[in-house]
């Protein structure tokens, strides 16, 4: 740790009045959304993805940890630079929908490093909905061509009004072409964006709403190894958002689709297992994003070539989401205190938060005696 980074730590160290972290419920992160507005939401951490991103060697980075079943997964997802630490448990498990439960649900942490205290306890499902939306934007300014307008949304499930939304404010998409095989998947997205300013067509296959896109967005949820795009769907100058794969065994597009395409990547050694890069060798060229951001590598290179962002979803992305719902809860007056960590007048003394007061009390006393003995 640098010094200047350890000063930054050494002022954020928690005092014992703020002991207990900010939780922040589903519905403070609604109300967070509905009071700046998602356009403006949407922009925010857009912005602070890019902004970590561009930071890329001041995070210790790994891997997220997986228990995966024959039904779902569940993840663990960590991340720190020298002031803060985060993580995110999250979960995918696509038959939900038969229990009335969400494919996809998710909390987090934000922590001091100094100390280990946490502060904000934050529902992450909402947030991550934002967050992906915002990166794949991050990731299009890079790699689709300048003046896009039209993008083909294939999968119209729950992430999909969040590009749709997205790509509309922050990138100028005006116009979308729409498949899912469940049809009421579809007609449940045109009547959430009534109204929005976008136009939507609907399409009878993937292949056509592929038809005269300059995007192309996958976000199906089936775990398995699809192929809702073939190297024969797509035209010169298209960009591939393909957000769907994102764990072991599940993919959307076709290797052809890769082979003919640049690729680019969130996190590469995440990517190589849980992407659509699986199934590919282990010497198949990706960028990283940060690369282009940093100057290091070239993201589009003319407007005829091919590109796909692979997006599985990293770490840094939440860290960077759960650092702007923080910051907003507390310029807005959200959450709540969480009692969440015992309080100890004499933090040694953990064994004393069992006892009745009177008898803690004179615990103390003993210890005060013994103290003025000594």
Known sequence: MNTRNAASTRRNVPTALSIRPLFLSAT????????????????????????????????????????????????????????????????????????????????????????????????????????????SVMAAQLLARPGSRVMALIGNGAQSEFQAMAFHHLLGIDTLRLYDCDPAATAKLVANLQGSGIALQVCGSAAEAVQGADIVTTVTADKTNATILSADMLSPGQH?????????????????????????????????????????????????????????AVGRRDAREITVFDSVGFALEDFSALRFMHEAAQTLGLGQSLDLIPYMADPKNLFGTLLQDGVAETVKRHADQLALVD
């Open 28 to 135: 403070d992160a609604v109300k967070i959304v509905r009071s700046r507005g998602l356009k403006s939401c949407l922009a925010s951490i857009r912005s602070a993805v890019r902004e970590d991103f561009a930071r890329w060697s001041d995070f210790d980075k790994a891997a997220r940890v997986a228990n995966h079943s024959p039904v779902g997964v569940i993840e663990l997802m960590p991340v720190a630079d020298a002031d803060r630490y985060s993580f995110k448990y999250v979960n995918g498990h696509p038959q939900n929908n038969q229990f009335g439960l969400p494919t996809v649900m998710a909390f987090g942490v934000l922590a001091d490093v100094a100390t280990g205290m946490p502060l904000l306890v934050s529902e992450l499902t909402l947030t991550t909905a934002l967050r992906t939306a915002a990166t």
């Open 240 to 296: 591939i958002n393909a957000v769907g794969g994102d764990c072991p065994g599940k993919t959307e597009l076709a290797s052809g689709v890769l082979e003919r395409a640049s690729v680019f990547v969130e996190f590469a050694p995440q990517t190589r297992i849980e992407g659509e890069i699986q199934q590919m060798g282990p010497d198949f060229v990706v960028t990283e994003l940060w690369q282009v951001l940093a100057g290091e």
